[in-house]
């Protein structure tokens, strides 16, 4: 069955760097776009980022942008997310989903926390 | 693309009828898909494409609506239906609606 597992989250200070890493299976990541979409502490959902199948495209949301890298290998079939110069508005629950431009998403990971203080 | 939704809360009995409302800024036509998340998890999909019910959801749960104005409905409110529902557009990137929190009256 389809499952994403994300990893590399924790707890990192004002301006420091995280590289958050999504490892799939069940299926080919080769065949989709992938995403990550994000949750701040009792509030909604946000999109950060998606990436297309063969890492031609790449968008990302306004508040991410400059910062946040999205990359995949579809080698290891996994994705990741390069997350430079946080501050504490970049804390929040990330979630590694299945799909992008033009289509939602059928597939969510578990997420992985990512907090920001000092 | 603002999405917003309406009601923020609802509080409704076991085997009530349920509707949530999603509004577009702007014209999406049947891009818009709905999820279910529950405290602790990861969201759900439940509906994509305004009105197809994904594999596996129950049939009380359908969706309507195209251009700019998107319902939810749940046809009999049963208590594993706890939980927030959000829509989401993605016909211009992606973008949620700020959630619907549906409690058991």
């Known amino acids: 069955q389809v499952q994403l597992v994300e990893s590399g989250g924790g707890l990192v200070k004002p301006g420091g760097s995280l590289r958050l890493s999504c490892a799939a299976s069940?299926?080919?990541?080769?065949?989709?776009?992938m995403s990550w979409v994000r949750q701040a502490p009792g509030k909604g959902l946000e999109w950060v980022s998606y990436?297309?199948?063969?890492?031609?495209?790449?968008n990302y949301a306004v508040s991410v942008k400059g910062r946040f890298t999205i990359s995949r290998d579809n080698a290891k079939n996994s994705l990741s997310l390069e997350m430079n110069t946080l501050t504490a508005e970049d804390t929040a629950i990330y979630y590694c989903?299945?799909?992008?431009?033009?289509?939602?998403?059928?597939?969510w990971g578990r997420g992985i926390q990512v907090t920001v203080s000092s | 693309i603002q999405m917003t939704q309406s009601p923020s809360t609802l509080s409704a009995s076991i085997g009530d009828r349920v509707t949530i409302t999603c509004r577009a800024s702007?014209?999406?036509?049947?891009?818009l898909a709905w999820y279910q998340q529950k405290p602790g998890k990861a969201p759900k999909l439940l509906i994509y494409?305004?009105?197809n019910l994904e594999s596996g959801v129950p049939s009380r749960f359908s969706g309507s609506g195209s251009g700019t104005e998107f319902t939810l409905t749940i046809g009999s409110l049963q208590p594993d239906d706890v939980a927030t529902y959000y829509c989401?557009?993605?016909?211009?990137?992606?973008?949620f609606g700020q959630g619907t929190k549906v409690e058991i009256k």
């Open positions: 989903a299945r799909g992008g431009s033009g289509t939602h998403i059928d597939y």
């Open positions: 069940g299926f080919s990541i080769s065949d989709y776009y």
């Open positions: 990436i297309s199948a063969t890492s031609s495209y790449r």
């Open positions: 702007e014209n999406i036509n049947v891009w």
């Open positions: 494409k305004a009105s």
């Open positions: 989401q557009q993605y016909v211009n990137y992606w973008t």
